[in-house]
Structures are given as C-alpha cells and as structure tokens.
C-alpha cells in the first residue's frame, strides 16, 4: 500500500487576510499534498485575489496549488494546476488551457467509466465521490469504497476520495486504495482549529495504513 496524504479544500466563502493564518497552521502541522482553492459565487478579481494571499503560503512549504473549476485562472495566476468536474471545462479542453507541465484533476463521482475516459484524455489524477454525506457540499452521488480497490488495482493514476471525511471514517478508503484523502469540515470547522484538524486526520491514516 502506498502512503495516502491529505488534500485540503478551501470553504466556499473566504476572507484572504483572515484565512491565510488558518492555511498556514494547517500545513504546519502535519503533511499535505495539496490545496485546491474553491470559491463559489466570487468574480476573477476575487479569485486573483485571494491566489495572490495564499499560494505563497503553500509553496513555501513544497505544497501544490490547485485551482478549483478554472484552468485558464490556473495558469495566469501561476498555479500548479486546477480540477475539474462535470459542469466545468471539459476534460479535453481543460488540459491543452494547462499544456503538459500542470496538473489536471477530474471529479468522477461514482462512474468508473468517467474515469476511464478522463484518464485517456490526460487526467493527472481521478477524484470518486462522495464516500459520505458532506456538509460542505451537497450530493446525490454516493460511491461505494470498492471503487477505490477497483481502480488503484488496475490504474496507475492515483486516485483521490472524496465527501464527508473525517478521523472516524477514513480508516475504510484509506485501506480501499485512496492516494489521497480530500478534506474541508474536518480540518477548517475542527473545534480545537485547523493544526488539530490536519494531526488528527494524519494520525488517523497512519492507523489504518497499520491495520
């Protein structure tokens, strides 16, 4: 089994100055793959915006920057990539806007022919999803853990799990096969803040990869 990481997702809604503290407390306590900046609702300026806050924050501790739904802000704003879903730019388009060197990831949800296909058409990485109900965000989807065996087993592309992760739950996908592990609640609404939210999902997958 190869070790599974934290990938952290912003909140929706965000203050740049008042989260970037918060960022920086999470990445130094414990390590983190990746952060994907998700604002909804905002305009470009907004976006640009807040990249120029908080991405210095993450390459200044060798992690990735990743762009929520924009491929084209992805790469006038210098991010590491961006990730995509099923009403965003479509895959095909999304990787020649990225050209060869940013990271592409796409959201399946529970399709294994979704993946498949983004896959061939030069994903660098598959997110299924929702493992569990999320207060983050609402879904009708709900993927069985097995996806994750299915596809580490036969696809060399890591494979990030989604939707309602915490501590008590993740043991399951961790052991299914999950490259990384994508978390919102669990770390930014932690009672104890975020530095408490990052150490106890870490220690939680360093159990399961144990078991």
Not at 169 to 172: D, R, S
């Given at each position: 089994m190869t070790d599974c990481q934290l990938y952290l997702i912003t909140p929706e809604s965000l203050d740049p100055a008042t989260f970037a503290p918060r960022l920086a407390e999470a990445l130094d306590a414990g390590p983190v793959a990746a952060v994907q900046l998700r604002l909804k609702n905002v305009d470009d300026d907004t976006i640009r915006?807040?990249?120029d806050v908080l991405q210095p924050i993450t390459h200044a501790r060798d992690v990735a920057f990743i762009m929520n739904d924009r491929p084209d802000l992805a790469v006038a704003c210098g991010c590491d990539g961006a990730h995509v879903g099923m009403d965003d730019t479509d895959v095909v388009t999304a990787r020649r806007i990225l050209g060869a060197e940013l990271q592409l990831g796409v959201s399946c949800y529970d399709s294994?022919?979704?993946?498949?296909?983004a896959g061939e058409a030069g994903a660098d990485y598959v997110a299924f999803g929702a493992f569990?109900?999320?207060p983050s965000k609402e879904t009708e989807v709900r993927a069985d853990?097995?996806?994750l065996t299915w596809w580490s087993s036969m696809i060399e592309l890591?494979?990030?799990?989604?939707g309602g992760i915490t501590p008590e739950?993740?043991?399951?996908l961790v052991r299914a096969g999950a490259?990384?592990?994508s978390v919102i609640s669990a770390i930014w609404s932690h009672p104890d803040g975020p530095g408490a939210g990052v150490r106890a999902m870490n220690a939680a997958i360093a159990a399961a990869e144990t078991d």
């Open positions: 915006r807040a990249v294994r022919d979704m993946a498949l296909r569990f109900p999320s853990p097995a996806l890591p494979v990030v799990a989604i739950n993740c043991g399951t490259d990384f592990l």
